[in-house]
């Protein structure tokens, strides 16, 4: 059932699908009616699942669809509500200040007013989000939110809950439309469930390998079939390996484009030994993964490849 759905929003999941792979973002079905549930129902959608799965691509590629602005919140720990939503330009209200001194300008409640006013306002991600936009309702990514604390999500709670906030010195401040909310976990923690209730939930995982493959070739068209199919394959492989920690789409996506400009149109050990670093991002699994290891495994790759075709 429709009720509010975004203006501009596809009109069914094969049309959500379609509008996602116009910009390169291959997903499957079941993360396309997410996507298409969160636009027509108006409701955020929290993604969660390993570092580098596409997560934060899936509110990029939404942004770009519709021609709205991305707004991004970069979670950290110790993000506090100040960085998140607002702050006062302290520099510019002390020089106001001093020029209403040096003026004579006596009125207390007048030069108040003046400071807490639009003009010292430095909007942060949440504010601009609920603010109007020419172009309609921004997608606000808010990014890792299981690296900050648990204040911070009841705070979020609350945002999320009725889109406005409360600025002390100026009033209430609601969104006339709601924005589009995409939350991302890696789950180096557990985020609150009253947070998860709030959304629409989806498991991003490691694609299979022909959804994989798909992605490789739009991502990037440089390289050959049988790169981009050694280069999956070989990275399945090493996922199955104990790891501290497995490469993800992105990760096969920046080690593909390095071997495209290194003009390679299938892999070899020498080459694997040369770019490891760029699908590997710790010493140990790379001393791991490294001579005798890596030529193995690439082996495997290419006789499941040829037993494949």
């Known amino acids: 059932m429709r009720e509010h759905p975004v203006s501009n929003a596809p009109d069914s999941i094969d049309h959500t699908l379609e509008l996602l792979a116009s910009q390169n973002y291959v997903c499957g079905r079941d993360l396309a009616t997410i996507c298409y549930l969160g636009l027509t129902l108006q409701k955020p959608i929290f993604l969660e699942g390993e570092a580098g799965t596409g997560k934060t691509e899936i509110a990029k590629a939404v942004a770009a669809m519709l021609g709205r602005r991305l707004i991004r919140l970069q979670c950290y720990e110790g993000l506090d509500v100040s960085s998140a939503l607002y702050e006062w330009n302290f520099a510019g209200q002390i020089i106001a200040v001093r020029t209403a001194e040096a003026a004579g300008q006596a009125d207390r409640g007048a030069l108040q007013s003046e400071l807490f006013s639009d003009e010292f306002l430095i909007r942060r991600p949440l504010l601009e989000a609920l603010e109007p936009h020419a172009e309609g309702p921004p997608v606000l990514l808010i990014d890792e939110v299981d690296r900050t604390d648990e204040p911070f999500e009841a705070f979020l709670l609350e945002v999320l809950s009725d889109f406005q906030v409360t600025i002390p010195e100026i009033g209430t401040v609601s969104a006339q439309e709601p924005p589009i909310v995409v939350l991302t976990s890696n789950r180096t923690r557990e985020v609150h469930d009253a947070l998860k209730r709030r959304c629409l939930y989806h498991w991003v995982d490691y694609p299979a390998f022909d959804r994989e493959l798909a992605i490789l070739q739009a991502r990037v068209p440089g390289a050959t079939e049988t790169l981009s199919r050694e280069v999956v394959a070989f990275v399945h492989a090493l996922r199955g390996q104990d790891l501290f920690k497995a490469p993800g789409v992105a990760e096969s996506i920046d080690w593909a484009r390095c ?51």
């Open 259 to 309: 071997l495209v400009a290194l003009d390679a149109v299938a892999l070899s050990p020498d080459l694997l030994t040369d770019t490891m670093g760029a699908l590997l991002k710790y010493q140990d699994d790379i001393a791991k993964i490294s001579g005798a290891e890596a030529t193995r495994l690439l082996n495997e790759a290419k006789v499941a490849l040829a037993k494949a075709s």
